[in-house]
Protein backbone atom coordinates (compact mmCIF):
# COMPACT_ATOMS: atom_id res chain seq x y z
CA UNK A 1 0.00 0.00 0.00
CA UNK A 2 1.33 3.45 -0.54
CA UNK A 3 2.22 5.76 2.25
CA UNK A 4 3.10 9.71 2.24
CA UNK A 5 5.79 10.54 5.01
CA UNK A 6 6.16 14.34 5.74
CA UNK A 7 8.39 15.94 8.36
CA UNK A 8 9.06 17.39 10.70
CA UNK A 9 5.41 17.35 12.14
CA UNK A 10 6.42 21.23 14.02
CA UNK A 11 8.72 23.91 13.70
CA UNK A 12 9.92 26.84 14.97
CA UNK A 13 11.79 29.33 13.16
CA UNK A 14 12.87 32.81 13.64
CA UNK A 15 12.38 35.25 10.78
CA UNK A 16 14.83 35.27 8.14
CA UNK A 17 15.86 31.86 8.40
CA UNK A 18 15.91 29.02 6.09
CA UNK A 19 13.30 26.49 5.47
CA UNK A 20 13.73 22.90 4.20
CA UNK A 21 10.49 20.41 4.69
CA UNK A 22 10.55 17.05 3.20
CA UNK A 23 7.88 14.55 1.74
CA UNK A 24 8.91 11.54 0.71
CA UNK A 25 5.91 9.21 -1.02
CA UNK A 26 6.08 5.32 -0.90
CA UNK A 27 4.15 2.82 -2.74
CA UNK A 28 3.42 4.24 -6.29
CA UNK A 29 5.66 5.24 -8.82
CA UNK A 30 5.58 8.47 -10.78
CA UNK A 31 3.50 10.06 -8.23
CA UNK A 32 1.86 13.47 -8.83
CA UNK A 33 3.72 15.72 -5.94
CA UNK A 34 1.91 18.74 -4.26
CA UNK A 35 2.44 21.21 -1.24
CA UNK A 36 -0.52 23.10 0.14
CA UNK A 37 -0.64 25.55 2.92
CA UNK A 38 -3.54 25.81 5.23
CA UNK A 39 -3.37 29.27 7.06
CA UNK A 40 -5.79 30.70 9.33
CA UNK A 41 -8.67 31.56 7.31
CA UNK A 42 -7.51 30.91 4.53
CA UNK A 43 -8.49 27.20 3.51
CA UNK A 44 -6.08 25.11 1.41
CA UNK A 45 -3.89 26.94 -0.69
CA UNK A 46 -1.80 24.94 -3.25
CA UNK A 47 1.96 26.66 -3.39
CA UNK A 48 2.88 23.84 -5.99
CA UNK A 49 2.81 20.88 -7.77
CA UNK A 50 4.89 18.26 -9.83
CA UNK A 51 4.56 15.67 -12.51
CA UNK A 52 7.55 14.21 -12.75
CA UNK A 53 11.75 14.87 -11.28
CA UNK A 54 12.24 18.49 -12.13
CA UNK A 55 9.22 19.52 -12.84
CA UNK A 56 7.82 22.05 -10.86
CA UNK A 57 4.77 23.78 -11.34
CA UNK A 58 4.11 27.00 -8.98
CA UNK A 59 0.73 28.23 -8.21
CA UNK A 60 1.54 31.49 -5.48
CA UNK A 61 4.18 33.32 -6.47
CA UNK A 62 6.07 34.11 -2.66
CA UNK A 63 9.29 33.15 -0.66
CA UNK A 64 8.79 29.73 -1.25
CA UNK A 65 10.50 27.45 -4.15
CA UNK A 66 10.44 23.64 -4.46
CA UNK A 67 12.36 20.36 -5.61
CA UNK A 68 12.26 17.27 -6.79
CA UNK A 69 15.35 15.28 -6.89
CA UNK A 70 14.02 11.89 -7.31
CA UNK A 71 10.79 10.15 -8.14
CA UNK A 72 9.12 10.25 -4.77
CA UNK A 73 10.80 12.95 -3.01
CA UNK A 74 9.13 16.69 -2.76
CA UNK A 75 11.49 19.63 -0.88
CA UNK A 76 9.65 23.12 0.01
CA UNK A 77 12.14 25.58 0.26
CA UNK A 78 12.98 29.07 1.63
CA UNK A 79 16.01 31.31 1.90
CA UNK A 80 14.86 33.72 4.14
CA UNK A 81 11.96 33.01 6.01
CA UNK A 82 8.75 35.78 6.81
CA UNK A 83 6.30 36.38 9.24
CA UNK A 84 3.79 35.75 6.65
CA UNK A 85 5.00 32.01 5.93
CA UNK A 86 3.28 30.54 9.12
CA UNK A 87 0.96 27.74 8.41
CA UNK A 88 -0.02 23.93 8.28
CA UNK A 89 2.09 22.56 5.64
CA UNK A 90 0.78 19.32 3.89
CA UNK A 91 2.33 17.75 1.39
CA UNK A 92 0.02 15.51 -1.21
CA UNK A 93 0.35 12.92 -3.84
CA UNK A 94 -1.97 11.25 -6.51
CA UNK A 95 -1.94 8.45 -8.83
CA UNK A 96 0.47 9.48 -11.83
CA UNK A 97 -0.49 11.01 -15.46
CA UNK A 98 -2.96 13.49 -14.88
CA UNK A 99 -4.03 16.41 -12.59
CA UNK A 100 -6.88 16.69 -10.68
CA UNK A 101 -7.67 13.54 -9.12
CA UNK A 102 -8.18 12.20 -5.64
CA UNK A 103 -5.41 13.25 -3.37
CA UNK A 104 -3.79 11.26 -0.65
CA UNK A 105 -2.37 13.95 2.32
CA UNK A 106 0.69 13.45 4.61
CA UNK A 107 0.38 14.41 8.31
CA UNK A 108 1.05 18.24 7.66
CA UNK A 109 3.71 20.40 9.49
CA UNK A 110 3.33 23.50 11.95
CA UNK A 111 5.54 26.19 10.96
CA UNK A 112 6.04 28.57 13.53
CA UNK A 113 7.62 32.01 12.15
CA UNK A 114 8.80 34.18 15.14
CA UNK B 1 -11.37 35.06 -7.48
CA UNK B 2 -12.20 32.14 -4.90
CA UNK B 3 -13.50 29.56 -7.29
CA UNK B 4 -14.51 27.34 -4.71
CA UNK B 5 -16.54 28.67 -1.65
CA UNK B 6 -18.23 27.43 1.66
CA UNK B 7 -19.98 30.14 3.28
CA UNK B 8 -20.68 28.58 6.84
CA UNK B 9 -17.16 28.82 8.47
CA UNK B 10 -18.76 26.71 10.69
CA UNK B 11 -22.09 24.45 11.75
CA UNK B 12 -23.44 22.55 15.22
CA UNK B 13 -25.70 19.92 15.05
CA UNK B 14 -27.10 17.38 17.58
CA UNK B 15 -26.11 13.87 17.78
CA UNK B 16 -28.23 11.77 15.41
CA UNK B 17 -29.40 14.80 13.62
CA UNK B 18 -28.66 14.90 10.10
CA UNK B 19 -25.64 17.80 8.94
CA UNK B 20 -26.00 19.89 5.76
CA UNK B 21 -22.85 21.28 4.39
CA UNK B 22 -22.85 23.18 1.28
CA UNK B 23 -20.14 24.09 -1.28
CA UNK B 24 -20.84 26.72 -4.16
CA UNK B 25 -18.31 27.31 -7.28
CA UNK B 26 -17.66 29.29 -10.32
CA UNK B 27 -15.48 27.21 -12.73
CA UNK B 28 -18.25 25.74 -15.15
CA UNK B 29 -14.92 23.77 -16.46
CA UNK B 30 -15.07 21.76 -12.99
CA UNK B 31 -16.25 18.00 -13.28
CA UNK B 32 -15.01 16.35 -10.66
CA UNK B 33 -15.94 17.06 -6.64
CA UNK B 34 -14.81 16.03 -3.69
CA UNK B 35 -15.06 16.40 0.30
CA UNK B 36 -12.04 16.13 2.63
CA UNK B 37 -12.61 16.07 6.38
CA UNK B 38 -9.72 17.35 8.26
CA UNK B 39 -8.76 16.69 12.31
CA UNK B 40 -6.41 19.06 14.40
CA UNK B 41 -3.16 18.89 12.88
CA UNK B 42 -3.63 16.17 11.08
CA UNK B 43 -3.85 15.98 7.07
CA UNK B 44 -7.00 15.89 5.19
CA UNK B 45 -8.63 12.43 4.85
CA UNK B 46 -10.94 11.92 2.30
CA UNK B 47 -14.31 11.38 3.00
CA UNK B 48 -16.46 10.73 -1.08
CA UNK B 49 -16.34 12.50 -4.52
CA UNK B 50 -18.91 12.92 -7.00
CA UNK B 51 -18.23 12.92 -10.99
CA UNK B 52 -20.41 15.44 -13.09
CA UNK B 53 -22.53 12.50 -14.78
CA UNK B 54 -23.66 12.29 -11.92
CA UNK B 55 -26.06 14.19 -9.55
CA UNK B 56 -26.11 11.67 -6.11
CA UNK B 57 -23.04 10.12 -4.85
CA UNK B 58 -23.83 7.70 -1.67
CA UNK B 59 -21.50 6.02 0.85
CA UNK B 60 -22.61 5.04 4.07
CA UNK B 61 -24.12 7.95 6.29
CA UNK B 62 -22.61 10.43 4.04
CA UNK B 63 -24.32 11.93 0.73
CA UNK B 64 -23.24 14.02 -1.94
CA UNK B 65 -25.63 15.60 -3.53
CA UNK B 66 -24.68 18.10 -7.04
CA UNK B 67 -26.72 20.54 -8.70
CA UNK B 68 -24.45 21.49 -11.45
CA UNK B 69 -26.96 23.97 -13.48
CA UNK B 70 -26.79 26.10 -9.67
CA UNK B 71 -23.12 25.39 -9.21
CA UNK B 72 -23.69 23.77 -5.74
CA UNK B 73 -22.48 21.19 -3.68
CA UNK B 74 -23.83 19.90 -0.32
CA UNK B 75 -22.78 16.93 2.20
CA UNK B 76 -25.07 15.40 3.90
CA UNK B 77 -23.90 13.29 6.77
CA UNK B 78 -26.90 11.48 8.73
CA UNK B 79 -26.80 10.58 11.25
CA UNK B 80 -24.71 13.00 13.14
CA UNK B 81 -22.10 11.18 15.50
CA UNK B 82 -19.59 13.22 18.05
CA UNK B 83 -16.57 11.85 15.97
CA UNK B 84 -18.06 13.55 12.99
CA UNK B 85 -16.68 16.96 14.44
CA UNK B 86 -14.13 18.33 11.95
CA UNK B 87 -13.12 20.88 9.80
CA UNK B 88 -14.92 19.80 5.92
CA UNK B 89 -13.16 20.86 2.84
CA UNK B 90 -14.96 21.24 -0.60
CA UNK B 91 -12.31 20.87 -3.42
CA UNK B 92 -13.50 20.65 -7.55
CA UNK B 93 -11.19 20.11 -10.59
CA UNK B 94 -11.22 20.04 -14.28
CA UNK B 95 -10.48 16.00 -14.18
CA UNK B 96 -6.95 15.29 -15.57
CA UNK B 97 -6.30 19.43 -16.11
CA UNK B 98 -5.68 21.29 -12.89
CA UNK B 99 -5.16 20.39 -9.62
CA UNK B 100 -7.91 20.35 -6.89
CA UNK B 101 -9.00 23.91 -5.67
CA UNK B 102 -10.32 23.56 -2.18
CA UNK B 103 -12.53 25.95 -0.48
CA UNK B 104 -11.88 27.71 2.93
CA UNK B 105 -13.98 24.78 5.18
CA UNK B 106 -16.79 24.52 7.57
CA UNK B 107 -15.35 23.42 10.68
CA UNK B 108 -18.57 20.83 12.06
CA UNK B 109 -19.37 19.91 15.57
CA UNK B 110 -21.62 17.86 16.50
CA UNK B 111 -23.12 17.80 20.39
CA UNK B 112 -23.99 14.70 22.03
Known amino acids: SQTIHQWPATLVQPVGSPLSLECTVE??????LYWYRQAAGRGLQLLFY??????ISSEVPQNLSASRPQDRQFILSSKKLLLSDSGFYLC?????????????FGSGTQLSVL | DQQVKQNSPSLSVQEGRISILNCDYT??????FLWYKKYPAEGPTFLIS?????DKNEDGRFTVFLNKSAKHLSLHIVPSQPGDSAVYFC???????????FGKGTRLSVIA
Open chain 1, 92 to 104: AWSVSGLVGEKLF
Open chain 1, 27 to 32: GTSNPN
Open chain 2, 27 to 32: NSMFDY
Open chain 1, 50 to 55: SVGIGQ
Open chain 2, 91 to 101: AAANSGNTPLV
Open chain 2, 50 to 54: ISSIK
